[in-house]
């Protein structure tokens, strides 16, 4: 059984910095792009910034020059790093991966992880 497990939220006030982590695990035979999204309670989930396998990046235009997007390979894990944060980059983030396993592939989400940005 495959899953994806983030890590890496929490609270942190205007201006700071966090980590996401998000890692995947199971019968997996490889692993497509890479992305995480988010969604802000009323609204619809946007894109945040996907990466494949070879590294090419996808951003969302709100993150674009303070969120920069990573993945390890060999570790199956994908990495989100956000600076700058503003109050409202709030919201819940979700790790995506496209991933093939038992003989095809399909998307694959994470439970998701709270972002807060507050004073």
């Known amino acids: 059984q495959v899953q994806l497990v983030e890590s890496g939220g929490g609270l942190v006030q205007p201006g700071g910095s966090l980590r996401l982590s998000c890692a995947a695990s199971?019968?997996?035979?490889?692993?497509?792009?890479m992305g995480w999204y988010r969604q802000a309670p009323g609204k619809q989930r946007e894109l945040v910034a996907t990466?494949?396998?070879?590294?090419?990046?996808k951003y969302g235009d709100s993150v674009k020059g303070r969120f920069t997007i990573s993945r390890d390979n060999a570790e199956n894990t994908t990495y989100l790093q956000m600076n700058i944060l503003k109050p409202e980059d709030t919201a819940v983030y979700y790790c995506?991966?496209?991933?093939?396993?038992?003989?095809?592939?399909?998307?694959?989400w994470g439970q998701g992880t709270q972002v807060t940005v507050s004073s």
């Open positions: 995506d991966a496209m991933i093939y396993s038992g003989g095809y592939g399909r998307h694959y």
């Open positions: 199971g019968s997996i035979f490889s692993i497509n792009t």
């Open positions: 990466i494949t396998t070879g590294g090419s990046t």
